[in-house]
């Protein structure tokens, strides 16, 4: 499983938030993609989940994407979650997962007690570590924890493509390590994109970097790599990479 992105454009009327950039995440990498507010980050995920419209080509395995309604995407196994977690906070951590598998079970039977547990929600909670907290209200859940919780949504919907927008935003710093160490596990066999500003974090976690700027990329490559570009260091890392 790869994603391909080539030429990818994306315009608002006369204004072009993603211009032309090509790239492509691999399985077994956390690859984040940073840049300044405004480079075209958050957009450029959206249009690879569908949410905003974009031309040029994104391949998932050789099979075109780009102009796909957003839920097959979603089908295809292109996951992502957003700056803002959504869960159902009324519901508890299984309910919540019950309902990413899809399981359509009477109400009555989805709001009591469970004996038993889809192996698909089981793998998944034993690799975020929410497994203590399956029948905790998502509501009473810390910030972290509910993005894991997302990520364990995805999980279980089988997505091979996870793409997080600023996952450890407003996370402690104990969040943000038990994420990173979440992040390696899952890009295990799976293609994982990071849209991130916490530099420290992507310091420490990230094995392949692109850094937009302005709607373009700046450049790629290793953590190294990147930090040691003049252009980043000024243009970026220099001004915002606290
Ligand atoms: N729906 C939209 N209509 C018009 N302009 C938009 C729309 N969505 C995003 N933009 C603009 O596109 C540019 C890129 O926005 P985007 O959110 O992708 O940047 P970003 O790199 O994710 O920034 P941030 O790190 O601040 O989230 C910004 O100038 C933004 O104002």
């Given at each position: 499983m790869s994603?391909?992105?080539?030429?990818?454009?994306?315009a608002?009327g006369s204004?072009?938030?993603?211009?032309?950039i090509?790239?492509?995440?691999?399985p077994?990498?956390?690859h984040?993609l940073?840049?300044?507010?405004?480079?075209?980050k958050t957009?450029?995920?959206?249009a690879?989940?569908?949410?905003?419209?974009?031309?040029?080509?994104?391949?998932?395995?050789?099979?075109?994407?780009l102009g796909?309604?957003v839920?097959?995407i979603?089908?295809m196994g292109v996951g992502?979650?957003?700056?803002?977690?959504s869960?159902?906070?009324?519901?508890?951590?299984?309910?919540?997962?019950d309902?990413?598998?899809?399981i359509h079970?009477?109400?009555r039977?989805l709001?009591?007690?469970r004996h038993?547990?889809d192996?698909?929600?089981?793998?998944?909670?034993?690799?975020t570590?929410?497994?203590?907290?399956?029948?905790?209200?998502?509501?009473?859940?810390?910030?972290?924890?509910?993005?894991w919780?997302?990520?364990?949504?995805?999980?279980?919907q089988d997505?091979?493509?996870?793409?997080?927008?600023?996952p450890v935003?407003?996370?402690?710093?104990e969040?943000r390590?038990a994420?990173?160490e979440?992040?390696?596990r899952v890009?295990?066999?799976?293609?994982?994109l990071?849209?991130?500003?916490?530099?420290?974090?992507?310091?420490r976690?990230?094995?392949?970097?692109?850094v937009m700027?302005?709607?373009?990329?700046?450049?790629e490559g290793?953590?190294d790599?990147?930090q040691?570009?003049?252009?980043?260091?000024?243009?970026?890392?220099?001004t915002?990479?606290?």
């Amino acid at each position: 499983m790869s994603l391909k992105i080539t030429n990818l454009k994306v315009a608002f009327g006369s204004f072009i938030a993603v211009n032309e950039i090509s790239f492509q995440v691999l399985p077994g990498h956390v690859h984040f993609l940073i840049g300044a507010n405004g480079a075209g980050k958050t957009t450029c995920i959206d249009a690879i989940s569908g949410l905003a419209p974009g031309q040029g080509s994104v391949q998932l395995d050789g099979t075109e994407i780009l102009g796909t309604p957003v839920h097959r995407i979603a089908r295809m196994g292109v996951g992502r979650t957003f700056q803002t977690a959504s869960v159902f906070e009324e519901l508890s951590v299984l309910q919540n997962l019950d309902i990413a598998c899809g399981i359509h079970r009477p109400l009555r039977a989805l709001l009591g007690v469970r004996h038993r547990v889809d192996s698909r929600i089981e793998h998944a909670l034993e690799v975020t570590g929410l497994a203590d907290l399956v029948n905790a209200q998502a509501g009473t859940l810390s910030h972290g924890q509910k993005q894991w919780l997302e990520i364990a949504m995805l999980l279980v919907q089988d997505a091979q493509v996870l793409m997080l927008d600023e996952p450890v935003a407003g996370m402690s710093e104990e969040e943000r390590v038990a994420t990173g160490e979440l992040l390696q596990r899952v890009a295990r066999g799976r293609v994982v994109l990071v849209v991130e500003h916490d530099m420290e974090f992507m310091r420490r976690f990230a094995t392949r970097v692109t850094v937009m700027n302005r709607g373009t990329i700046l450049c790629e490559g290793s953590v190294d790599e990147i930090q040691a570009n003049p252009d980043v260091q000024s243009i970026y890392l220099g001004t915002a990479g606290k």
